[in-house]
């Protein structure tokens, strides 16, 4: 992808997730990388050009973390618990009212974009439960995809706009369905290992 696309997408990404979709123009984009309007176009043909490019970007970031992670010489839980971290530390970055934007004003590319990463979720998901039994520490008689179905649930609604936990904060809400997540799969091995883990990042 040519450089200068790729510094346009980047830019307008860290511009939405601050300020939020509708409240920036292509004037604002163009203004804060110091290019034309007409260069801008050159590269993109409208505002919802730009926006679906930026969620792809962000997409393939994502799943470039994902295989990082997958590349390291860790067990399921580690693996499950690195990348909720991950995806805790970017959804806070995100301004609240994204979604309700892209809801709103581009439905077209909400919908592809949340069932691009339902998809996703459901198959990393998947491959994280049938690792830990292989690997001893989540329990043999698990409905794989029932249990995987749950969990994206859950990170979905947790995802809401509409989402509202007065008083608790979305780290601790997160960490809560974390680990109601590996103690209602894990066996004593899964259960142990993860007190471990606890104990260490403690």
């Known amino acids: 992808m040519d ?7 980047r830019r307008a990404r860290a511009i939405y997730w601050k300020y939020g979709i509708r409240s920036v123009s292509m004037d604002d984009i163009s203004r804060d990388l110091a290019i034309s309007k007409k260069t801008l176009y050159q590269y993109f043909s409208n505002k919802q050009d730009l926006v679906g490019c930026v969620l792809n970007y962000a997409f393939d970031e994502f799943d470039n973390t994902v295989q990082n992670i997958l590349k390291k010489d860790q067990n399921a839980i580690d693996d499950l618990l690195e990348l909720s971290i991950k995806s805790s530390e970017q959804i ?25 990463k339902h ?3 459901s198959r990393y998901i998947r491959e994280n ?3 830990g039994i292989k690997e001893g520490l989540y329990r043999s008689n698990l409905n794989i995809d029932l249990v995987a179905s749950l969990y994206i649930q859950r990170l979905e609604y947790l995802h809401d706009p509409d989402y509202d936990e007065t008083g608790v904060s979305f780290e601790m809400v997160f960490e809560v369905m974390f680990e109601n997540h590996i103690r209602g799969i894990s066996n004593e091995k899964g259960i142990a290992c993860f007190e471990k883990k606890k104990e260490v990042l403690t």
């Open 129 to 131: 439960i049938l690792k």
């Open 3 to 9: 450089a200068k696309r790729i510094e346009i997408i």
């Open 92 to 116: 806070k970055n995100v301004h609240p009212s994204v979604t309700f934007d892209l809801q709103k004003y581009y439905p077209e590319l909400h919908r592809e974009s949340q069932l691009k």
């Open 119 to 121: 998809n996703y979720a």
